[in-house]
């Protein structure tokens, strides 16, 4: 499985500010993507960051809250914009390496907004 | 679209004991993948076991399996000589099978069940 490395692992943000977090893989993978996990809740796919074109968002979820990079096969970044404290959650990263594989986690950021 | 359902919210297994987690979804497709994932305190998803819908063949990991019964839409995973290492929230999850534009690679999950082991 790849090597999932995720950050800031956590912190701590005012409202109306944005946070970026950055997911690195150790490995050229074809899928990443990010779910947010709400306090005390499941998953939720936020979107599917596409290399080297715009990313696939779900419903309920658009880019200009949850702008997404992905520059090459190994990188990604979500950024959450203006920030609430309802977005307060954790926020994953997972790939998959092959098209039907197993999908593997990133570590998580924690994100708490005052 | 798929949903999952798990209707454990919490579980609890004595030590080295066996534990059977329940999970069913809901889908029009015949062909899919189901996962089960552990995510212990220090929130990391961690990838269980996986099952491919059209192997007839429960997968197994170790002291993890599972009973897939397509027909009727449950996947449950059994944890057998269960260890203080277990504990954790254990999530179910569906997906598509590749080529699926409506549906993407997206994993649906279950709301979890909260697993407890005493010694």
């Known amino acids: 499985s790849a090597v999932i490395s995720q950050k800031p692992s956590r912190d701590i943000c005012q409202r109306g500010t944005s946070l970026t977090i950055q997911c690195q893989v150790d490995?050229?993978?074809?899928?990443m993507f990010w779910y947010r996990q709400q306090p005390g809740q499941s998953l939720t796919l936020i979107a599917t960051a596409n290399q080297g074109s715009e990313a696939t968002y779900e419903s309920g979820f658009v880019i200009d809250k949850f702008p997404i990079s992905r520059p090459n096969l190994t990188f990604s970044t979500l950024t959450v914009s203006n920030m609430s404290p309802e977005d307060s959650s954790i926020y994953l990263c997972s790939v998959e390496g092959r098209e039907g594989g197993p999908q593997y986690f990133g570590p998580g950021t924690r994100l708490t907004v005052l | 679209a798929q949903t999952v359902t798990q209707s454990q919210p919490e579980m609890s297994v004595q030590e080295a004991e066996t534990v059977t987690l329940s999970c069913t979804y809901d889908?029009?497709?015949?062909?899919?993948?189901l996962f089960w994932y552990k995510q212990p305190p220090s929130r990391q998803m961690i990838l269980v076991i996986r099952?491919?819908?059209?192997?007839?063949q429960n997968a197994t990991e170790n002291r993890f399996s599972v009973n897939f019964q397509k027909a009727a839409k449950s996947f449950s995973l059994k944890i057998s000589d269960s260890q203080l290492g277990d504990a954790a929230m254990y999530f179910c999850?569906?997906?598509?099978?590749?080529?699926?534009?409506?549906?993407?690679?997206?994993?649906?999950f279950g709301e979890g069940t909260q697993l407890t082991v005493n010694p």
């Open positions: 999850a569906y997906r598509s099978p590749p080529g699926r534009e409506t549906s993407g690679s997206r994993l649906t």
């Open positions: 490995s050229q993978v074809t899928m």
């Open positions: 889908t029009s497709e015949s062909d899919y993948y």
């Open positions: 099952q491919e819908a059209y192997k007839q």
